[in-house]
């Protein structure tokens, strides 16, 4: 059930609370991360999953080998841009369900194009008959081969609605 009026002004008021207390100035803000090397997803049917990342969305297959933790698994990733890599492992023989969204788990996975690149794979998914639900005319979401959440974004990385983030 989704929130009531006066819980949506308390969870408001907590956001502005948290934001104050945890949010350091950007001169204190000395990461120790060099960045995401990789997000790693698990798929059903490796060439599925090339066929839709580097076929219909352009995402070139970078590497392709053998999974170090489970024999017989495929570890393999694309280049979605800027050094960052979304990575797939299959696992023959388990019995993994389809996917759900859980506590801890993935949401969506959001890709930052051009705004002329987002036109043209958005028409590329609906031409492939893929559902795209588009959000203000910057955003399209849409499901990969196996359920994963995925959203285009015509924004620059660190630019969110038209305010920068961080």
């Not at 979605?80 to 696992?91: E, I, Q, S, T």
């Not at 492939?128 to 196996?146: E, K, Q, R, T």
Request: proline fraction near 6%; charged fraction near 20%.
């Amino acid at each position: 059930m989704p929130p009531t009026d006066q819980e949506l002004v308390q969870l408001a008021q907590r956001r502005k609370e948290l934001a104050a207390k945890y949010i350091l100035p950007v001169d204190q803000r000395d990461t120790p991360g060099r960045g995401i090397h990789h997000a790693a997803l698990i798929c059903s049917d490796v060439e599925q999953t090339l066929t839709f990342y580097q076929g219909l969305l352009g995402f070139p297959l970078v590497e392709l080998t053998e999974n170090r933790d489970y024999k017989g698994s495929t570890h393999f990733f694309f280049d979605v841009g800027n050094g960052n890599y979304l990575a797939y492992f299959d696992f023959p023989g388990l019995d993994l369900g389809p996917y759900r969204e859980v506590l801890g788990g993935l949401h969506h996975i959001a890709i930052s194009v051009t705004p002329e690149q987002w036109d043209r794979l958005v028409a590329k998914l609906q031409a492939a008959g893929i559902d795209v639900h588009i959000v203000n005319g910057d955003s399209a979401y849409f499901l990969g081969p196996d359920g994963e959440r995925l959203e285009l974004l015509s924004y620059p990385l660190n630019d969110m609605y038209g305010t920068v983030v961080g």
